[in-house]
């Protein structure tokens, strides 16, 4: 049976600090809702009410786009080992570029990663603990490190053209603001 709580407690930061992968999940009052993996280092929690996520370069930028029309957000963590547990975070969320006062502030909270675009912070609202047992077990190998590699690749000119062309506008033609 699920539970309905409105912070986290330090065994669910526990639970969060041991995950290898979360999802987001957002979507504006029309058109496609978007739900996209994340991984690497790229997650911290400031307090039992406040999360913020490094979101790196991707092949779109959907939940830019959508934060920045309808702050609703949802985050979700699955075990894919141990207990069986499935755990959500609601809430709202903005998305703070590089060239601005939260980034400059925030962003020495993760390592340096090549194509970092943006911090997205995460005010809670409600914390939903449910079962995983549908979830499979599956064992971890290691990250994948494609994504930095390529962006490593790409430079600072590279990735900045690379917005221009791939992030700046959603699926629905709504403005990322990336280049803000």
Same mark, same amino acid.
């Given at each position: 049976?699920? $539970?309905?709580? &409105?912070?986290?407690?330090?065994?669910?930061?526990?639970?969060?600090?041991?995950? #290898?992968?979360?999802?987001?999940?957002? *979507?504006? %009052?029309?058109?496609?809702?978007?739900?996209?993996?994340?991984? /690497? &280092?790229?997650?911290?929690?400031?307090?039992?009410?406040?999360?913020?996520? /490094?979101?790196?370069?991707? +092949?779109?930028?959907?939940? *830019?786009?959508?934060?920045?029309?309808? +702050? $609703?957000?949802?985050? @979700? !963590?699955?075990?894919?080992?141990?207990?069986?547990?499935?755990?959500?975070?609601?809430?709202?969320?903005?998305?703070?570029?590089?060239?601005?006062?939260?980034?400059?502030?925030?962003?020495?909270?993760?390592? #340096?990663?090549?194509?970092? $675009?943006?911090?997205? &912070?995460?005010?809670?609202? @409600?914390?939903?603990?449910?079962?995983? @047992?549908?979830?499979?077990?599956?064992?971890?190998?290691?990250?994948?490190?494609?994504?930095? &590699?390529? *962006?490593?690749?790409?430079?600072?000119?590279?990735?900045?053209?690379?917005?221009? #062309? #791939?992030?700046?506008?959603?699926? %629905?033609? !709504? %403005?990322?603001?990336?280049?803000?």
């Amino acid at each position: 049976m699920g $539970r309905k709580l &409105d912070k986290l407690t330090p065994a669910l930061i526990d639970f969060i600090k041991n995950q #290898k992968l979360f999802f987001v999940a957002t *979507a504006m %009052d029309e058109g496609f809702i978007n739900l996209s993996p994340k991984g /690497l &280092d790229s997650f911290r929690i400031v307090n039992e009410n406040n999360v913020i996520w /490094l979101n790196l370069t991707g +092949s779109g930028n959907e939940t *830019a786009a959508h934060l920045k029309n309808n +702050s $609703r957000i949802t985050l @979700m !963590f699955c075990a894919f080992d141990g207990d069986p547990i499935i755990l959500r975070l609601y809430g709202n969320a903005e998305v703070y570029h590089r060239n601005s006062q939260f980034w400059k502030e925030h962003i020495t909270l993760f390592p #340096k990663l090549a194509g970092s $675009r943006q911090l997205v &912070d995460v005010k809670i609202d @409600m914390v939903q603990i449910s079962c995983g @047992m549908g979830v499979p077990i599956m064992e971890y190998k290691n990250q994948r490190q494609a994504l930095v &590699d390529w *962006a490593e690749n790409q430079g600072e000119e590279g990735l900045k053209k690379y917005w221009e #062309k #791939k992030n700046t506008v959603s699926l %629905d033609g !709504f %403005d990322t603001h990336i280049l803000d």
